[in-house]
């Protein structure tokens, strides 16, 4: 059987945070946890970003938050997201903590209802902050099975959820190898046999470098897709999701409709972040914050690719970023950037060896993303009870 039971009825104690005063800062960089809302991400929280000490604690609304309870993002870029704390922590008062009665709930099965139903939860957030507060999270209602099926049920969502983390933290490590690596093959300067030019040097003769559409308007139905800073999220950049601007203003930018096979980097923003075009984008064209460059060769497109992402040249390119609300590069410096060049062989070697890494990593978020899938089907037909 199977009642319906709100948070405050299921909760042993349900309760926001507090925050010493900022005019003490000798109030932070205790020895007691204290997490904020942006660090719950339906995730398990083992460790606070900050601490506070006895004396902000005693100071402040702040209350210790036993180890095992889920917590509720009220506000911010988080609201409606929860998560589990793995430690005895204090918070914020844009956290909510809920213990558990575990005589009647399984806080790791509160934790599960309440993330399948996030997008229902968000939607109730209100005002302008679109935030909750402690009487609309009490009113919460959830499913409470026996706890025998409370346990079986959390038994399969955390294999789920375990092989998620694994694979997460697969990821970071592979990462982390990969850029170690790029790096130490990149490091060429000075090296014999390798010669040092310049960006605007080495692009294709008919490689202008220059700026994308300044205003390409309103998403059009039938119109000329473009890539914007927004949309370089992966490698490989593809048409799926691209707004589309009006013909007649792309025409207006012929220097930098794409041929499919360009680098597109971003100088305005996130300076640096790049993507490339795939075949498909051939006849679309980038906005303002992305310069197009293309190569002659393939290869050596591939190792200017990876040099532009190496330490060395993300260091430049962030040193020549200028601005603090809108930070952008120049193209005149993006032009000037010294890039080590080895014989086209070594080019192609190291290539390939960094190919290999990007595969392996985009193979395992492959894998992660088909566990999410998987993951959300289950949790939500597991957790859909009449």
């Known amino acids: 059987m199977v009642e319906w039971k709100t948070i405050g009825e299921i909760g042993s104690n349900v309760f926001a945070g507090g925050t010493p005063s900022t005019q003490h800062l000798e109030y932070y960089d205790g020895d007691i946890p204290w997490i904020r809302s942006g660090e719950i991400d339906f995730n398990v929280i083992t460790k606070a970003e900050r601490n506070i000490t006895s004396e902000g604690y005693n100071n402040s609304s702040a209350k210790l938050i036993r180890k095992g309870s889920v917590v509720m993002a009220m506000t911010g870029a988080t609201v409606a997201k929860s998560a589990i704390v793995d430690f005895e922590t204090s918070a914020n008062q844009s956290v909510c903590a809920i213990e558990t009665d575990e005589s009647i709930a399984n806080y790791r099965f509160v934790y599960y209802s309440l993330a399948k139903d996030y997008f229902k939860i968000k939607s109730s957030a209100q005002g302008a902050l679109t935030s909750l507060n402690l009487a609309m999270i009490k009113q919460l209602r959830i499913p409470i099975p026996p706890l025998s099926e409370q346990t079986r049920i959390v038994s399969i969502l955390d294999t789920f959820t375990s092989s998620i983390t694994n694979l997460k933290q697969q990821i970071a490590e592979r990462r982390k190898q990969y850029e170690h690596y790029r790096d130490q093959l990149l490091d060429l300067e000075g090296k014999e046999g390798v ?77 640096g972040t790049m993507g490339l075009a795939t075949s498909e984008l051939k006849g679309c064209n980038v906005t303002r914050g992305i310069v197009p460059i293309s190569f002659d060769n393939e290869i050596t497109k591939m190792f200017v690719f990876y040099q532009l992402k190496s330490f060395r040249l993300q260091k430049i390119i962030d040193e020549k970023t200028n601005g603090t609300a809108l930070r952008q590069i120049n193209i005149k410096d993006l032009r000037l950037l010294h890039l080590c060049f080895p014989p086209l062989s070594e080019q192609s070697r190291i290539v390939s060896l960094l190919d290999t890494f990007e595969a392996s990593i985009s193979n395992l978020e492959a894998q992660l993303k088909e566990r999410e899938k998987q993951y959300e089907y289950y949790r939500n037909q597991l957790l859909s009870f009449k």
């Open 195 to 271: 010669e040092m030019k310049t960006l605007g040097e080495v692009v294709s003769s008919d490689c202008s470098l220059s700026y994308g559409i300044v205003q390409p308007g309103e998403d059009v139905i039938d119109g000329i897709p473009v890539v914007r800073p927004v949309d370089l999220i992966s490698t490989y950049i593809k048409l799926d999701g691209l707004k589309k601007t009006q013909q007649q203003i792309s025409e207006s930018y012929k220097r930098t409709i794409l041929r499919g096979n360009e680098i597109l980097f971003c100088v305005r923003g996130t300076t």
